[in-house]
């Protein structure tokens, strides 16, 4: 019996320590949210980013909130000489929390980290031949999502992509939509979709236009997102991520059924912001 209340009662105090940190979070994040927006970020949001330029008001305001969570539960640090600045930080924080827009901030919960390069570095890579034998040797980079709570970010990158809108290259939207498809436990092209038949008709629609990206790369035709996107399923949603909110309608009329899965999982409608 006086098992069976040990068990119980450590059972009640798993309870109060899950149910109190949580509690805890919230508590915090609202006193995050409650501090005012500085001015000079909004400065540094109109200058840099470009996607902020066109959301609605009513976004903007949502952006602030997740921005200030953001910024206030992620460490960043510069590497290779860069000094951390506000304008650095802020620059990722809004592109990042642009992927949480209208849908419940659970602020990328495996990530704790954000390294910032001043320019494209240099990293290892290995390549598998086969089953067997890998190749090792160092490739230039502009940016990677780990799933061990890291993102590495070149901050001449970030900028360029921050902003302008329309070529359809945004390092931290890339990066931040790895972040997403790994909050299910696997990178796989496939984020935390919800019911099964959200992941069924995610699956039909992205599988098919995957493969039509690959068939066009290999006849050498002009496709609707960059070719990168050809290299695995995570790489596609990467790419399909940075083409729906950089050239959304340029997405949404050459592959609408492409768009339509991207917007209901995002919750928003970039070709309205056009």
Known sequence: M???????????????????????VQYRRDRLIAEPFPGEWEEILFRNVSLYRH?????????????????????FE??????????????????????LLNRKNRNYPGLSTILVYPEAYVAPESIPLDDMI?????????????????????????????????????????????QLDHEDGTIDGAPDLGTRSDYERWACVLSRRYE??????????????????????AEFFAVATETF???????????????EELKNYYKVDPAEWD
């Open 55 to 75: 959301i609605p008001a009513s976004l903007k305001d949502q952006l602030h909130a997740n921005m200030k969570i953001f910024l206030g539960e992620k460490h």
């Open 134 to 178: 890998y190749v090792e040797h160092e490739s230039v980079r502009a940016g990677e999502s780990w799933v061990q709570g890291t993102v590495i970010l070149a901050w001449d990158h970030v900028l360029r992509g921050a902003r302008n809108r329309r070529d359809g290259y945004n390092v931290v939207l890339h990066e931040f939509a790895h």
């Open 212 to 233: 039509q990206l690959q068939h066009d790369v290999d006849n050498r035709r002009t496709p609707a997102l960059d070719e990168y996107g050809a290299t695995d399923p």
């Open 2 to 24: 006086n098992f069976f209340l040990f068990i119980t009662a450590i059972g009640v105090i798993i309870l109060i320590a899950v149910y109190g940190r949580r509690a805890f």
């Open 78 to 99: 510069g590497c290779g000489g860069l000094e951390m600045t506000d304008e650095i930080k802020i620059t990722i924080a809004a592109q990042a929390c642009m992927l």
């Open 245 to 259: 909110f950089e050239k959304p309608t340029h997405l949404k009329q050459h592959e609408p059924d492409l768009y």
